[in-house]
C-alpha cells in the first residue's frame, strides 16, 4: 500500500508541479516583476506586465532561479500530491471509486481548501504591499487549510445534517474570527497589478489541483490495476 502510495504521488506531483511550474514563470512572474519595480521605488510605467518581463535583463542568476522555482514547485505538489493520494486510499476503503475522472472532483476540493478557502479573507499579496506579520499569517493559513480541508471530507462523506453542518461552521469559522490584517493599508504598488497578480494566482492553482487531482486518480488507479494482475499472475 505504501509503496502504491508513493508511486502514484511522485508521478502525479512531479507531473502536476511541472506544468504549474511553467505556467506559473508565464503568467505570475511577470506580474511579480512589474510590482517589484514599484516596491524597488523605479517607478516606471509600462503598458502590460509582459512588456515589463521583455524588458528584464536575462542573467545567469535569473535562469539558476527559474530553474531552482521549477524544482521547488514539484516537491511542493509532489508533497501534495502525498496527502491528496492517502485521503484517496482512505476513501477507497470506503467504497469510492477513485480514476482520473473522479479525481477531477478531489482536485477541486484540493483547490477549495488549499487556495480558495484561505484566499478568501488573506488574498495572493505581491511585494511591498502592507501586510500584518508573517507569523500570524501562517498560523491563520494552516489553521484555514485544515478546518477546510476537514470540511471537503464531511462534505463528501457525512451522512447525516449534523455532519454538513459541521462542514459549515468549519468553512465559515476562520473568516469569522478573521484573518491577520496590517494597522494601515498602504503599499507603492497600484491596487490594479495586486488584483492581477491574485486573479492570476488563483486561476494558476485552479489548474494544478484539478490537473494533480485526475493525474493522482489515474496513476492510483494504474497502480492498483498493476498489484492486482501481478498478484493474478
Known amino acids: 500500500m ?48 509582459s512588456t515589463v518581463s521583455a524588458h528584464q535583463d536575462v542573467s545567469g542568476f535569473e535562469a539558476v532561479r527559474d530553474g531552482l522555482s ?14 491528496l493520494v492517502a485521503l484517496m486510499s482512505q476513501a477507497e476503503e470506503r467504497g469510492a471509486t477513485i480514476n482520473g475522472r473522479t479525481g477531477l472532483m478531489w482536485g477541486v476540493a484540493g483547490f477549495v481548501a488549499v487556495h480558495f478557502a484561505p484566499g478568501f479573507s488573506l488574498a495572493p499579496e505581491v511585494p511591498g504591499v502592507a ?28 451522512k447525516s445534517w449534523t455532519a454538513w453542518g459541521a462542514a459549515a461552521i468549519l468553512l465559515l469559522a476562520p473568516h469569522v474570527i478573521g484573518a491577520p490584517e496590517p ?10 497589478i495586486g488584483a492581477h497578480f491574485a486573479a492570476r494566482a488563483f486561476g494558476v492553482g485552479m489548474v494544478a489541483w484539478v490537473l494533480l487531482g485526475c493525474l493522482a486518480g489515474y496513476f492510483w488507479q494504474r497502480e492498483g490495476t498493476g498489484s492486482a494482475n501481478g498478484q493474478a499472475a
Request: charged share 10%; aromatic share 16%.
Open 2 to 49: 505504501f509503496t502504491r502510495i508513493l508511486t502514484s504521488a511522485l508521478f502525479a506531483g512531479a507531473a502536476a508541479g511541472l506544468i504549474t511550474a511553467l505556467l506559473q514563470l508565464y503568467f505570475v512572474q511577470p506580474v511579480l516583476l512589474h510590482a517589484e519595480l514599484y516596491e524597488g521605488g523605479d517607478l516606471v510605467h509600462f503598458g502590460s506586465s
Open 183 to 192: 494597522a494601515v493599508f498602504t503599499g507603492p504598488v497600484p491596487t490594479e
Open 70 to 83: 521549477v524544482v521547488f514547485t514539484m516537491l511542493v505538489y509532489s508533497g501534495y500530491a502525498m496527502v
Open 131 to 158: 501586510a500584518a506579520d508573517v507569523g500570524d499569517r501562517q498560523i491563520w493559513w494552516f489553521a484555514t487549510v485544515l478546518t477546510a480541508t476537514l470540511a471537503m471530507w464531511l462534505i463528501a462523506f457525512g
